[in-house]
């Protein structure tokens, strides 16, 4: 049984009175249960690689007002959007990573992202088109709290080109996946999911910009159910109060 419940607490309450009810009735029924400022404003910490779509669009919908986050630093592997973090007066954190890096490489590159989580306070990991591979030490290390698009909806075709294997399959829709990072790649708990219909007429390049609307869209639609703790987890799937 799962429940989300939204209330306003008496004015003048103080937040270790509420803290120590919610663990009274944690004790009485035997169940988990956390307590969330809504006012408060979590800190996410972006990654992105050579694709800046799904970068732009949380960038955008933040100083817009539209997605109520804090957005402390950028990390890639690339320099790529280094000229957009900085006209949004956000960190750049270039930490590169050759073709053919090492195991041992990797995991010193992933120590720094994880010095740069404790050191910024981080609440949530947003992978906006990241695209290396985790180990399994920081995927343990970022667990529930760390959010990947796919540029598919899973579980069919996975991999770097899924455009180019749904136009070889005719498929009529296609889709994104937004989804917790696991050790098992493109197998965590899914948040969110969104098709849009093609045909036959459109080419791999067609299909790949349909794909990136529908990619910006869902990782922002699972990013906000996330922030605003409308996400619980339950084994390899998730409870999502819309």
Known sequence: FFMRVHFEAPQGTARPALDARVAALRERFAMQATLHALAATPRVL????QHGHCLNDLLFRQHSGQLRIDVPAIVSNHTHYEALARSYGTAFHHLPLPAGASAADKRAQEQQIEAL???????LLVLARYMQILSPQFCAFVHGRAINIHHS???????AKPYAQARE?????IGATAHYITADLDEGPIIEQEVERVDH?????????????VECVTLARAVRWHVEHRVLMNGHKTVVFR
């Open 46 to 49: 972006l990654l992105v690689s």
């Open 117 to 123: 989580v404790t050191a910024h306070g981080v609440d």
């Open 153 to 159: 909806f899973l579980p069919s075709f996975k991999g």
């Open 169 to 173: 399959r005719g498929v009529k829709l």
């Open 201 to 213: 007429s459109m080419s791999p390049d067609e299909l790949a910009a349909v794909g990136r609307d």
